[in-house]
């Protein structure tokens, strides 16, 4: 995420921030020069973080976002109202098809009955029988047989005529029904053509935000850059001041004895409480003294000089991309001091001393009464810390935050006996890191680094090799290494189709496919933690499917339940990351 570039820092900024490493007395504790102030910006995307230019431009990107789903839902409420009216017409419609129907049945009775009577001459009444009978009991029978006739002809006509007065009245309310759905159509078809204008007016706001947000992200991440430039420069030119007074560190075993048992030469440092440290020592000369750390503490920390820029990702150790605690680990462990890999046994076995005697190369334990430990770093000086910082994506030189300071420890003075570290309480989150943790189920706003879903600068996010794709740095360290393991077993890369998903994106999906589409800002897209593959892996039962679900767990990626077969919506191309 930043790269390890050597860049002179502007003002402030190109202060040093080895404060620790300032000329002290024996009887004064340990403390930074009046000019050594850190820089106003340390921790990359942290200092982006803390700016409050930049708090209020994505305060306003939130309620963009949030005005947009609002807009998106009464789209969304429209549509189905329109829909409502069309059935509502279609219904209307076959019920006066039907009604007109039942009508001409009953006007084919009626012609054929008139038919008939044209057929025998014309209308039958009782002069015509008279005139054209034989005798009398003819004429009766005649006469008996016309009333039948008569009668039958107006059973006939009476159902007819009720039946076209129904057709007429269903005729009048389907004709009423479909007015009225013609209205409300049109009512949300002008509805639905303002919400997009809004929703398009709002989209071209948002990009504006999003485009100042990232122009200052980018700006902050070089200053980022030249502070831990800065930094590496400024804790070499330490190392080299004890080259040239002729210092050889002496190991940690021979500074953690009495102030009488320090090598020859090198008196104590004076500690807060006016005794002296353990594990530190000091040149005297003039004018000033000269800070001697152990060789173990040097050597660690000028490793993780080294590690200067590489991302951030939960789980992993290098040497690409590391945690806060593989990285204390790793550092020290080359150094020949065994530590543990997590924040939590960092804290559990490492030798404490007082907070206002805190010396480069001790680790810092940050975090909360409430959220319990959440973050381990190796101070620099009382003000400044290094550290794979979740919140920066990227290991950075970093402010120390004097109020979330739980603990400070000595790794050069050994360990002690192991004691828990402060957990969660209330119900917290977990905090990792510096960053909180949230359990899979977890449904609220999952925001990572201050930034809403699909609304995260592009600066914010690190590439995964194919061109155009990115995701959240610690996935994206995970998704390469992923890609690198299936290519050793198949000869290419992963294909990919879809990563990271911007929230003006998710909306248009959301249209075309509302089925499948999630409700934009929900979906894993937008916090770049979900991709889409392809190359074989789009197809259940393939051998690079089946690699995918044996192997892509121990990179900390995994095919959600509800895209698996037979669970209705199945999407053997989707991957989501899950840290490891």
Known sequence: MFPRSRQRVPGTAARAVLAALAVVTVSV????SADAAPSPQPGGTSGVL?????????????EVQAGLQAQQAEIAAARDAMAEAEAAVQAAEAALAGAEGELAVHQQAVAGYAA????DGGAVTPLTLLLSGGDPGEVLAAMGFLDVVDAHAAEVIGVAEAQRQAALAERGRAEAALAEARSRADEVAARMAELEAAASAVTDELDAVLSEVDRQLALLQQEQVDVNTQTAANWQAYLDGLTAAGVVAPPAAALRSSPSGLPEGLAPVAASDGSAQRGAAQLPRQPTSLLVLPAETLAAVTAAMGELGLPYAPGTAGPESWACGSLVQSVYGSAG????????????????????????????FLGSGESGLGHVGIALDPRTMLAADARAGAVVVRTLPADQVLGVGRPSLGERPPVAAPEPGGGALRVEC?????PPTFDGARSWGGYPNGLIPPSAMCPLGPAGHSMRCDAAAAYRAMSAAFEAAFGVPICITDSYRAYASQVRLYGQKPALAAVPGTSNHGWGLAVDLCGGIESFGTSPYSWMTANAGRFGFLHPTWADPGRGREEPWHWEYAGT
């Open 50 to 62: 803390d700016s409050r230019a930049l708090d209020r431009l994505q305060e306003r990107a939130a």
């Open 434 to 438: 510096g960053n909180t943790v949230y």
């Open 29 to 32: 504790p340990l403390a930074g």
């Open 116 to 119: 008939a009577v044209y057929r």
């Open 337 to 364: 001091i065994a530590l543990p890999a997590d924040q939590a046994g960092l804290f559990a076995v490492t030798t404490p001393v007082a907070p206002p005697d805190v010396l480069p190369g001790d680790l810092v």
